[in-house]
């Protein structure tokens, strides 16, 4: 069975920081590629990172470069999400996401089979 669990997150002020793990098991997660989704209440899910199976390729949306960074650990079948400086606008649930390929886009959703539930992140001015 599939699993991808999220956590760390929480509620910070804005400057702080935080860091979200995501924990999977079910599938050959050294294979895969990862990313970390994130959406606020009636608005489009928004990729914000994402990895290559080996760990080296990252690529980041543009508000959150130079802010975040995502990594992984194959040993764990784990990654990570380190938010740093966060602002309020970075408020949302944030959701981890595999899929064996990627081909092109890696912010497209559609892109991903397996997801999580999320874990919140709230930032107060």
């Known amino acids: 069975q599939v699993r991808l669990v999220e956590s760390g997150g929480g509620s910070v002020q804005a400057g702080g920081s935080l860091n979200v793990s995501c924990a999977t098991s079910?599938?050959?997660?050294?294979?895969?590629?990862m990313a970390w989704f994130r959406q606020v209440p009636g608005k489009e899910r928004e990729g914000v990172a994402c990895?290559?199976?080996?760990?080296?390729?990252?690529t980041y949306v543009d508000s959150v470069k130079g802010r975040f960074i995502i990594s992984r650990d194959n040993a764990k079948n784990t990654i990570y999400l380190q938010m740093n400086s966060l602002k309020p606008e970075d408020t949302a649930m944030y959701y981890c996401?595999?899929?064996?390929?990627?081909?092109?886009?890696?912010?497209?959703?559609?892109?991903?089979?397996?997801w999580g539930q999320g874990t919140q992140v709230t930032v107060s001015s």
């Open positions: 079910g599938f050959n997660f050294v294979h895969y590629y």
């Open positions: 990895i290559g199976p080996a760990g080296i390729r990252a």
């Open positions: 996401a595999a899929n064996f390929f990627i081909d092109g886009n890696c912010f497209l959703g559609s892109a991903y089979t397996f």
